[in-house]
């Protein structure tokens, strides 16, 4: 099956720095990419939908400003959550689409916790 | 607005039993429905998906889902689960076609017995 790899797997940080997550697709090209975010004991919620060289697109509820997304090539989509704060603490999963035969794949997510 | 509701949280299973999860969902238009499975350590995988047609939709390792529509229902069905089926199971929806906004359910904890 196709290859998904995130990095970090797991990050600690200090309230007020921004940390960034990368999302690769390692053997297929990804036309869309999601990113989702899963509090304990709840499911994934979508955060923001984004094309390969557009601006993301932002569910309702989630600051565009705080969770920037880059999704520079087909391959690399990067979030960072910038000036985190201990509520920011989550579980950030993401998902690419790969385009030929609309599959959605996901990656292992990213374990945030800030202090 | 389409949501999705899972009933059961932790089912516990011994091995060769039956399995039956139920998934509901709010939305009166057409949908796209899905099951998705992640084993312990493991990352989310499409178990099965309904787009249209028939309404028993076989996936992988033997799951498979009927979708009632006057029941606005999508249950997941196994005959006989084997251990190695011990996992989360997550039940999404879509009413805007594609992968795009996809509602996931708060999933179902399966633990079988050996």
């Known amino acids: 099956g196709a290859v998904v790899s995130q990095h970090p797997s797991r990050v600690i940080c200090k309230s007020g720095t921004s940390v960034k997550i990368e999302c690769r697709s390692l053997?297929?090209?990804?036309?869309?990419m999601f990113w989702y975010r899963q509090f304990p004991k709840q499911s994934l919620m979508l955060m923001a939908t984004s094309n390969e060289g557009s601006k993301a697109t932002y569910e309702q509820g989630v600051e565009k400003d705080k969770f920037l997304i880059n999704h520079a090539s087909l391959t690399l989509s990067t979030l960072t959550v910038t000036s985190a704060h201990p509520e920011d603490s989550s579980f950030y999963i993401c998902?690419?689409?790969?385009?030929?035969?609309?599959?959605?794949?996901f990656g292992p997510g990213t374990r945030l916790l800030v202090l | 607005a389409q949501s999705v509701s899972q009933h059961n949280h932790h089912v516990i299973l011994s091995e060769a039993a039956s399995l039956e999860l139920g998934c509901n969902y709010s939305?009166?238009?057409?949908?796209?429905l899905f099951w998705y499975v992640q084993y312990p350590g493991q990352h989310l995988q499409l178990l099965l998906k309904?787009?249209?047609?028939?309404?028993l939709v076989k996936g992988i390792k033997g799951f498979e889902a009927e979708f009632i529509k006057s029941k606005f229902s999508f249950n997941l069905r196994k005959p006989s689960v084997q251990w190695s089926d011990t996992a989360e199971y997550f039940c999404?929806?879509?009413?805007?076609?594609?992968?795009?906004?996809?509602?996931f359910g708060t999933g179902t904890k399966l633990q079988v017995i050996p």
């Open positions: 999404a929806v879509n009413a805007e076609g594609g992968y795009q906004k996809v509602t």
């Open positions: 309904y787009f249209s047609g028939d309404p």
């Open positions: 053997d297929f090209q990804a036309t869309t």
């Open positions: 998902s690419p689409l790969e385009g030929v035969q609309e599959t959605q794949y």
């Open positions: 939305y009166g238009g057409t949908v796209n």
